[in-house]
């Protein structure tokens, strides 16, 4: 039985029961700083124009409020370009009144919400030790911190501009709301490189459009770019994962030197080390596929990777996750889930 960990003791590795101590507080937080402007762009500053356009004509003053302002960089950026009031909340920062927004968001003004809520996950807060200090909001059925925030922000404001993960786009967190998103390719954050983008929500009740960019240019719908990933292969079970003498071999993640991408190939055409897989494997693993021959999985290959690299095309990549960072050549590094590895290898194989 390993030792119980002290608050913010950071579990390296379990195997050698290696640690790390971080600053609990900050993490326990899930701060990270926006200090670039890229995140205000034209499809962003168009929204925020129609919003408090619609706040004077319901007779309101037009204003922003950050429910969790810390340095206030983002106040700051939309006073200089709109010359507008802006208010702001935190939980610690001096420079604000003192609230917990995970809670509520007191918006008494009616005002727009612009923010850039706190990011952790249930399962970092507990492998960074710090899950003593953020248990109780992990009981409001969310699993990351982002996810609670935005609830508690649309709750509080018809108008809700927030700088969210990129894996937003493949949550199941309620859409209907949702305008504008634009997809950020730079890094916006000084701690950490984290993908993001900004999802823009209008009123309840009136269906957004779900226009979605990246950066400026307009790619398409938020539905129309998910249809690409069909619905899931969960017809039967044509394929067996991490299996180490499988046929078929998947790099499942974009390699970060730009020259290895996610494919499907040929067990003895894949170079990673059989005995590695486990029943957890998620990036490198062998496949088998019961119902195909010896002689046909050539012509599988083929198939999988066309339409593969067709659902990269289409969706601009958004159907695929997003993994740590960008590759050498700029471009973002891609994960393929399993359940979209299965509708391919499904449709491949009829």
């Known amino acids: 039985m390993p030792n119980k960990r002290s608050l913010g003791e950071m579990l390296v590795s379990a195997n050698r029961g290696r640690t790390v101590q971080i600053d609990a507080d900050k993490v326990s937080r899930g701060n990270f700083f926006t200090t670039d402007a890229a995140w205000l762009n034209q499809p962003v500053r168009e929204f925020l124009s129609f919003a408090f356009l619609n706040q004077t004509s319901a007779g309101q003053v037009a204003s922003v409020l950050d429910p969790f302002a810390g340095d206030g960089h983002l106040l700051d950026l939309i006073a200089g370009e709109y010359g507008i009031r802006v208010h702001g909340l935190d939980i610690s920062n001096d420079l604000w009144p003192k609230n917990d927004s995970l ?6 003004e009616k005002s727009v919400i612009v923010t850039n809520p706190p990011y952790l996950a249930n399962h970092s807060a507990k492998r960074k030790g710090v899950n003593s200090l953020v248990a109780s909001y992990f009981k409001q059925g969310y699993d990351n911190l982002w996810k609670l925030a935005l609830d508690r922000c649309l709750a509080s404001a018809d108008y809700v501009v927030a700088i969210l993960p990129e894996t937003f786009l493949l949550s199941t967190f309620a859409k209907d709301r949702l305008a504008v998103i634009s997809v950020i390719e730079g890094e916006l954050f000084d701690d950490t490189d984290a993908p993001a983008l900004v999802a823009c929500f209008g009123p309840a009740g009136v269906e957004g459009a779900g226009n979605v960019f990246i950066n400026e240019r307009l790619i398409g719908t938020l539905s129309q770019i998910m249809s690409c990933r069909g619905k899931g292969g969960r017809r039967g ?10 046929r078929i071999g998947l790099r499942a993640v974009d390699g970060a030197d730009g020259k290895t991408p996610i494919v499907f190939m040929l067990a003895e055409d894949f170079d990673y080390p059989a005995n590695r897989i486990k029943v957890s494997s998620r ?6 596929l019961p119902t195909l021959a010896d002689q046909d999985l050539p012509g599988f290959v083929v198939r999988a990777n066309k339409l593969l690299n ?7 990549d958004l159907v695929l996750a997003p993994f740590k960072g960008n590759m050498k050549t700029g471009r973002r590094r891609r994960r393929l889930d399993y359940e979209l590895a299965r509708e391919i290898i499904s449709r491949s194989l009829s």
């Open 283 to 288: 990036l490198m693993t062998y496949i088998e």
């Open 237 to 246: 079970k044509p394929a067996v994962f991490n299996v180490a003498d499988g």
């Open 103 to 108: 809670k509520q968001v007191p918006n008494s």
């Open 310 to 316: 067709e659902i990269r095309e289409q969706s601009h």
